[in-house]
Each structure stands twice: as structure tokens, then as C-alpha cells.
């Protein structure tokens, strides 16, 4: 899924104020300085599931003409295995 920076602002600020809420974590840098951390980190793991989707969707293709077009293949069955069979190589949690 893909979010727009005000939607990753509003969640890492969200995520930071509900952790320092219930005491999990104590603060030991300012506050906009972890949040920006979170951020990047929210950033880094959507590249990560877009950079799987799109070897998914290569490795779909490249699986489709070694078998002949397979036109009785669900693609979109056959596209969501190999995702999740990538995110358990990749130690990528979807």
C-alpha cells in the first residue's frame, strides 16, 4: 500500500505518542528527532514491499513464458504465492 508523507507524518507521530503514552519506551534524543527515525524506517520497509512486488511481478512473467503463456493459470493466485514465498526468502513480513 502506498502513503502519502502526510499520511507517514501523522502515523509516526501517532506511533511515538502512543509508545511514550504507555511507558514503553523513554525518550533519550528529542522527540522530532525519533520521529523522524520512525519515518524512515515506515519509508524503508514500503520500498522494500514495492521492490518485492516488482520482482514478484518479473518472476510471474518470466515463470509464464518458460510454461507457454499458461493461460490457465490464475495470475493472480499464482503472483500472491510467489510474494509470500519471496517475503519468507527476503524475512519480509507482508
Same mark, same amino acid.
Given at each position: 500500500m502506498r502513503l502519502k508523507d502526510e499520511q507517514i507524518d501523522r502515523l509516526a507521530e501517532r506511533i511515538l505518542t502512543d509508545l511514550a503514552a504507555s511507558s514503553l519506551?523513554?525518550?533519550?534524543k528529542e522527540r522530532a528527532k525519533v520521529c523522524s527515525?520512525?519515518?524512515d524506517v515506515i519509508?524503508?520497509?514500503?520500498a522494500s514491499e514495492e521492490q518485492l &512486488?516488482?520482482?514478484a511481478e518479473q518472476l510471474l512473467e518470466k515463470t509464464l513464458r518458460a510454461s507457454g503463456g499458461g493461460e490457465e493459470i490464475d495470475r493472480h493466485k499464482m503472483l500472491k504465492m510467489i510474494k509470500i514465498k519471496l517475503a519468507? &526468502?527476503?524475512k519480509i513480513v507482508l
Open positions: 519506551v523513554i525518550l533519550k527515525c520512525i519515518k519509508r524503508a520497509d514500503m &512486488e516488482r520482482d519468507k &526468502e527476503r
